[in-house]
């Protein structure tokens, strides 16, 4: 089992719209989860960082993190095509001094 | 502009040859890491380096040596290169040695094609 999973999709969300990005993680300890933002040939940037329960809110980016769950989310309102692109999803895991990366979710905004 | 370079942008390579990649940052970061991108697989770590002097294996680590003589500069050399190892390399660096204190800053990448 892959440490970060994220559904590779491809997810296709109208323009205006909510696009709504998932990713779960094996390491119970994790403690910082991070969303990059990867456009197509580019490299990624970090758009998101959450370090404990609940939501975090950057202009239209909400990254919403559930330890009990394992899980962590990144909501995008008012989706717009500009944000097209691959969104990486990405756990540090506690003693191993590594960023686990999930493989991806590529979203498409349809205008 | 402040940043990763990293060279060449794309190669191919034929197999068992030599290859260094290489990657210079001018932001002064302690820490720098190799990943390499496959379609499905994400990105997965190869080699990291913590500071000047010190390297660490990542979750791929088999076929790649680095090297960090200085501050700036983090080449990754592939030994005798085969088919697997195509992939899309990316250089990355941040501030502080642990990887979720400060954020990971990218270079472009090379792409290289093993035949």
């Known amino acids: 089992q892959k440490e970060v999973e994220q559904n590779s999709g491809p997810l296709s969300v109208p323009e205006g719209a909510i696009a709504s990005l998932n990713c779960t993680y094996s390491?119970?300890?994790?403690?910082?989860f991070f969303w990059y933002r990867q456009y197509s040939g580019k490299s990624p940037e970090l758009i998101m960082s959450?370090?404990?329960?609940g939501d975090k809110e950057d202009g239209r980016f909400t990254a919403q993190l559930n330890k009990a769950s394992q899980y962590v989310s990144l909501l995008i309102r008012d989706s717009q095509p500009s944000d097209s692109a691959t969104y990486l999803c990405?756990?540090?895991?506690?003693?191993?001094?590594?960023?686990?990366f999930g493989q991806g979710t590529r979203l498409t905004i349809n205008p | 502009i402040a940043g990763i370079t990293q060279a060449p942008t794309s190669q191919i390579l034929a197999a068992g040859r030599r290859m260094t990649l290489r990657c210079t940052q001018d932001?002064?970061?302690?820490?720098m890491y190799w990943y390499r991108q496959d379609l499905g697989l994400g990105l997965r770590l190869i080699h990291y380096?913590?500071?000047?002097?010190?390297?660490g294996k990542g979750e791929v680590p088999d076929g790649y040596s680095v090297s960090r003589a200085n501050t700036d500069d983090f080449p990754l050399t592939l030994a005798s290169a085969v088919p697997s190892q195509t992939s899309v390399y990316f250089c990355?660096?941040?501030?502080?040695?642990?990887?979720?204190?400060?954020?990971?800053?990218f270079g472009n990448g090379t792409r290289l094609t093993v035949t």
């Open positions: 932001m002064r970061h302690n820490a």
């Open positions: 990355a660096s941040s501030e502080l040695s642990a990887p979720g204190n400060s954020p990971l800053h």
């Open positions: 390491d119970r300890v994790s403690q910082s």
């Open positions: 380096s913590n500071t000047a002097g010190t390297t």
């Open positions: 990405a756990a540090l895991f506690q003693g191993a001094q590594k960023l686990v």
């Open positions: 959450i370090y404990s329960n």
